[in-house]
């Protein structure tokens, strides 16, 4: 009945909050000399040498050859490539790069992604945007759906199908919210909330352990909620130190850098809180069904040290996930001659810092939260514990 109530609520808070349709401007850095969306097409680098730079046909389309460069005045890398769809398939065109950091190292046979531009006077130019990498990714992402469904069966599919309404939900809701300028801790809650009712009852079916771990989860996710707002009030945390939440504060002012943190930190949360009180609220049901004459208070103690073995494994992992996202910036304050105190005190870093402190204590308060619903809802107010042989209570209390 609860759950009801609440699903209701998360309902009509949906739709309150759902994004108004207004036409946002594409942000400088994301749009073409003519102030269009940037187009991309497929290119095949057909050729690749090192020689003297500087041809007029740099960016632009030809069919044959690209015309020599009218001076000699600097060597770098000389790519042709094919364009292999848009306008302009079949034909040529050629990038000029020069050897430096972050430039690409393109050899004869890569397959690429082109931007598609015109210059003010029309003239069509393309440029190097990235590798393509489309079907190693599809190859990749169909060998994890075929793992997943062979080792956990229907219920792995199920689950396949919960990831991609929560990604859903992120595109279509969460979002465009956040964009829309509506609260970052109503939005991030209500999507969280989305999530949790269709992948928890999609996965696991739908039954009071589910039910038990869907209360668990909701509660845990409020707390992370709270602790979230907490810290970047009293931390002075602003996120300008990433250069995408900058882009942001830059381009799209209307949307609080504080709030994506916050909804970061929220639905950041929900997968490792959702493992947890699962595996409580199964622990708790299983050890009711197998000692139907032990108590409430013992079935919560035997329950808590599954808890607490899962707390201790998955703390580390928690906090070394976050620290392996961070690798590369932990490498340049290393060579950077800072104090330790500064390095963890710096924005960039406490940023990863609180969110690892604000995801284990939700984390360790899942566990209590969740037996306890669990074993309420195992062991419900009025139900009388079975009488057991004095031998086989001694032994299900060993």
């Known amino acids: 009945m609860l759950l009801a109530v609440i699903?209701?609520?998360?309902?009509v808070a949906t739709v309150i909050l759902w994004p108004s349709a207004q036409h946002v401007e594409i942000p400088l850095p994301m749009q073409t000399a003519t102030g269009e969306a940037v187009h991309t097409e497929a290119g095949t680098v057909v050729l690749q040498d090192i020689g003297p730079c500087g041809s007029p046909s740099q960016g632009k389309v030809?069919?044959?050859k690209p015309e020599p460069p009218r001076t000699g005045a600097y060597t770098c890398q000389?790519?042709?490539?094919?364009?292999?769809?848009?306008?302009d398939k079949g034909d040529k065109t050629l990038f000029e790069i020069a050897p430096g950091p972050g430039q690409p190292d393109l050899r004869a046979g890569d397959d690429i992604r082109v931007v598609r531009?015109?210059?003010?006077?029309?003239?069509?130019?393309?440029?190097f945007e990235d590798y393509s990498r489309g079907l190693p990714l599809l190859l990749i992402v169909l060998a994890f759906v075929v793992v997943i469904c062979v080792v956990a069966r229907w219920r792995g599919f199920r689950a396949l199908i919960g990831l991609l309404f929560a990604f859903a939900v992120v595109v279509v809701f969460l979002?465009?919210?956040?964009?829309?300028?509506?609260?970052?801790?109503?939005?991030?809650?209500?999507?969280g909330a989305l999530i949790l009712y269709v992948v928890l009852y999609l996965a696991h079916g739908v039954n009071l352990r589910t039910s038990s771990a869907l209360l668990g989860t909701l509660a845990s996710m409020l707390v992370a909620a709270f602790l979230s707002w907490?810290?970047?009030?009293?931390?002075?945390?602003?996120?300008?130190?990433?250069?995408?939440?900058?882009?942001?504060?830059?381009?799209?002012?209307?949307?609080?850098?504080?709030?994506?943190?916050?909804?970061?930190?929220?639905?950041?949360s929900l997968g490792v809180l959702n493992d947890v009180t699962i595996t409580q609220a199964s622990a708790a049901f299983e050890l009711a069904a197998l000692d139907e004459g032990a108590s409430r208070g013992e079935i919560f103690t035997a329950t808590?040290?599954?808890?607490?073995d899962h707390i201790a494994s998955t703390v580390y992992t928690l906090v070394l996930a976050y620290a392996g996202g961070a690798l590369p910036l932990l490498l340049l304050f290393s060579v950077a001659g800072r104090s330790i105190t500064d390095v963890l005190t710096g924005d960039a870093v406490a940023i990863e810092i609180t969110r690892s402190a604000v995801g284990g204590i939700a984390l360790a308060l899942s566990v209590p939260l969740t037996?306890?619903?669990?074993?309420?809802?195992?062991?419900?107010?009025?139900?009388?514990?079975?009488a057991v042989a004095p031998q086989r209570a001694r032994h299900a209390r060993h």
């Not at 009030?233 to 602003?238: A, H, R």
Request: charged letters at 15%; a neutral charge; aromatic letters at 4%.
């Open 7 to 11: 699903g209701v609520v998360v309902l």
């Open 62 to 64: 030809f069919s044959d």
């Open 78 to 87: 000389r790519s042709i490539v094919e364009l292999r769809s848009g306008p």
């Open 117 to 127: 531009a015109e210059d003010p006077s029309g003239t069509t130019l393309y440029a």
């Open 175 to 191: 979002l465009p919210a956040l964009l829309d300028g509506k609260p970052a801790i109503p939005v991030a809650l209500v999507s």
């Open 230 to 268: 907490l810290t970047l009030e009293v931390t002075n945390l602003t996120g300008l130190s990433e250069e995408q939440n900058t882009n942001v504060a830059t381009y799209l002012q209307h949307v609080s850098i504080t709030g994506l943190l916050l909804a970061g930190f929220i639905i950041g």
């Open 304 to 308: 808590m040290r599954v808890g607490r």
């Open 371 to 386: 037996t306890g619903i669990a074993v309420l809802l195992a062991r419900p107010f009025g139900a009388k514990p079975v």
